[in-house]
């Protein structure tokens, strides 16, 4: 037996008691409402290996506003479960206080299994992320950065895999590095105006049915290597991306957009588009008070390279690679 055999071999016990019947404490995700929490339950299954339970929304305004069919999991619901699970395994078992600041440099997800994600539709959606840590850099007890590599499992099948590379700031910590990165006090984003900066585009053509959750607005298509070009605009108030205030454009918010624009860039029909491969670079901080232009360019493989732009400099790479999924079947005249 391989060794990855045997640790998902072992995995098996754990996962099978974990509960599933009331959301975990907020504070232990960084969230204020508790409809935002989606983990249910943690448990320890070695030195240095995890598993935590998540239950998916049936009725979410942003996680259940998908197009796609056949209905899937959303992908930026996995990326926040996965956020969550691993914001929870840092609080519990790696020694991270409550107030701390989480910043993600590298992000890489891919979901090898679609139809493992499959949306049951009649009841919630339940699967286990098993978490992996290592390469942890430590300042006596204090955690400064960890990787922490995810697998979603969903009905018992390996759906895909995460890895999350993130660094650890004390609240102090968070607001020197964010007044010598900048060089003024940040405004936050409950304090920006709740208004769009340009025309968005229309839902349907990335996958959405609520024009509040469409983050991109006055697209072009100036030809070239360039797919699209478009300006980022993630409504101040959006209840889930801005869950609570913030002084820059959270790590979900650029995903969603990297996301959007990858299968507009994919073309229509965007009902039958999945971005299924995220890779992104979080290099500076995302400013809210200054104009972020999102670049597209096609890549080899269905994938397509995403740019985020402020003031002249490259703030955020990503790229998402986009599947197109099988038509529903046509339903059989039995009913079957």
Known sequence: MTLAEQERTAAVPAAAELAYQRSMDRVLVHRRAVMEVFVTDAARLGEDRFAVAVQAPRAHAYYNDHTQRPALLDPLFLLEAARQAVTVVAHQWLGVSYDTSFLISDWTTEFTDLPALRSRGDAPDELVIEIGTRDLRRRGTRLLAATLDCAFVAGGRRAGTSVIVAGYLSRDGYQAHRAKSRGTVPPLSSERPDTRAGTPVQPALVGRERPGNVVLVDVERPGGPLALRALLDVPARHPAMYDHPLDHVPAMALMEAARQAAVLAAG?????????????????????????????????GGRHAVDFRQDGVSVCTAEVGVTRLPAVPAAHPDGR
């Open 268 to 300: 229509a029909p965007a009902d039958e588009r999945y971005a299924h491969a995220f890779r992104a670079t979080f290099g500076r901080f995302v400013e809210l008070d200054s104009p972020v232009t999102v670049t597209v360019t096609p890549v080899d």
